[in-house]
């Protein structure tokens, strides 16, 4: 049946219709990426905007959805099919398109019909009616009217033909990219980080992806991670930045050693590196810092020493996953595509002391921060940008 009719992808999104005289702007963004997902994944398709929907045209509409579902503001996609205004091909097409979504008599089902042309002959509610006891009678499925049903035949009558679906695959939320401006992600070959720079991406920020490379390998999983977050970053390609872990800290340590302040380096290794990412992200004109911080999670990352890290930043830090714990970190960074790469073994921090110190008192950091940082030299901070 699928064959008869022409294919294509219904499009919905949500947050960005409360945008009022800007929503023009962010449509018509969400329009350029969703061609742009098409296209890096080699799918011809004609894309346009009927009222508060975005229709793509396509020969493979399973695969374009599928391509869909990873691009920021768009609420959930549905592959569907033109019908002729004939409520019998209606019937036929609603048929097929349930049991492709793989109907079971143990389920339930509803139709929810939208009718924008009123000279089809059938109200919204007699095609509610019509088509779903054509259903029941021929699937044996159950008709279930509330939207806990376990399926939904959509049937959307226009002025030339209608939609049929029975497929609603949930998209990415959020806002297109990069609508919220740029921002640097300090990312490292974990866990935390890039799915840190995923949620900056959810939020419409376009992201620069900032690596202090420890290893070889560390900076090959990092342009790996790069690879996977690109899949989710239509309309703004990254373009890694890669500093030298070594060079950013060896003035640090040595000043540490010197003092014997061993155990406040963990500190001054993320400040340093708050630091240098800050001079990345005003010399590229974005307008924030982000972290994968977790609260509590490590040394780094308790309230006190978040405060001392981000003392004299005078950018924003944003740290999304402030209040999500490791298991809800995991199941992100398997959404988002990254946890194989980042859950490989790797070798702790070459600067990591024996006994971090986990409660840094502010007074005592603002009576040593002059002994370690000031006249610190940085090096290089344009870095190896790929």
């Known amino acids: 049946m699928s064959d008869t009719y022409r294919g294509l992808v219904l499009v919905r999104y949500g947050e960005i219709a409360l945008k009022g005289r800007n929503r023009p702007r962010f449509v018509n963004r969400l329009r350029q990426n969703v061609s742009r997902a098409l296209r890096d994944a080699g799918i011809e398709s004609v894309v346009t905007k009927v009222e508060r929907r975005i229709y793509v045209a396509t020969d493979d509409p399973e695969r374009a959805a599928e391509a869909l579902t990873r691009v920021f503001g768009l609420t959930s996609v549905s592959p569907a099919l033109h019908v002729p205004l004939d409520l019998q091909a209606i019937k036929a097409v609603a048929l097929a398109e349930l049991e492709r979504a793989g109907l079971s008599s143990d389920c339930g089902f509803r139709v929810k019909a939208r009718r924008s042309d009123k000279s089809f002959p059938y109200t919204s509610l007699e095609i509610n009616r019509?088509?779903?006891?054509?259903?029941?009678?021929?699937?044996?499925?159950?008709?279930?009217?509330?939207?806990?049903?376990?399926?939904?035949?959509?049937?959307?009558?226009?002025?030339?033909?209608?939609?049929?679906?029975?497929?609603?695959?949930?998209?990415?939320?959020?806002?297109?990219?990069?609508?919220?401006?740029?921002?640097?992600?300090?990312?490292?070959?974990?866990?935390?980080?890039?799915?840190?720079?995923?949620?900056?991406?959810?939020?419409?920020?376009?992201?620069?992806?900032?690596?202090?490379?420890?290893?070889?390998?560390?900076?090959?999983?990092?342009?790996?991670?790069?690879?996977?977050?690109?899949?989710?970053?239509?309309?703004?390609?990254?373009?890694?930045?890669?500093?030298?872990?070594?060079?950013?800290?060896?003035?640090?340590?040595?000043?540490?050693?010197?003092?014997?302040?061993?155990?406040?380096?963990?500190?001054?290794?993320?400040?340093?590196?708050?630091?240098?990412?800050?001079?990345?992200?005003?010399?590229?004109?974005?307008?924030?810092?982000v972290l994968g911080d977790s609260l509590g999670q490590v040394a780094s990352q308790t309230l006190e020493n978040m405060r001392i890290i981000s003392a004299g930043c005078e950018l924003p830090i944003f740290r999304p996953l402030l209040g999500f714990d490791k298991v809800e970190i995991m199941e992100l960074a398997r959404r988002v595509g990254t946890y194989d790469i980042s859950a490989q073994y790797a070798p702790p921090c070459p600067f990591l002391p024996e006994q971090p110190l986990t409660g840094g008192r502010f007074d005592k950091f603002l009576s040593i921060r002059p002994l370690i940082e000031g006249t610190i030299e940085h090096g290089d901070a344009e870095g190896a940008e790929a």
Request: with cysteine.
């Open 130 to 289: 019509e088509v779903g006891g054509y259903l029941k009678d021929r699937s044996g499925m159950r008709v279930e009217l509330s939207d806990g049903a376990d399926f939904t035949v959509g049937i959307e009558v226009q002025r030339d033909h209608a939609l049929v679906y029975a497929r609603v695959l949930p998209g990415a939320g959020g806002m297109p990219v990069p609508m919220s401006g740029r921002v640097v992600a300090l990312i490292s070959s974990g866990l935390d980080s890039p799915v840190a720079a995923w949620m900056m991406m959810k939020r419409g920020s376009g992201v620069i992806p900032l690596h202090f490379k420890q290893s070889d390998e560390g900076e090959r999983r990092f342009r790996q991670i790069c690879g996977v977050l690109q899949n989710w970053s239509q309309g703004w390609p990254l373009k890694p930045v890669v500093l030298s872990h070594h060079e950013a800290m060896a003035n640090v340590c040595r000043r540490l050693d010197d003092e014997r302040l061993h155990r406040w380096t963990c500190l001054f290794c993320k400040r340093t590196m708050v630091r240098l990412a800050q001079e990345v992200a005003l010399r590229h004109r974005a307008g924030a810092v």
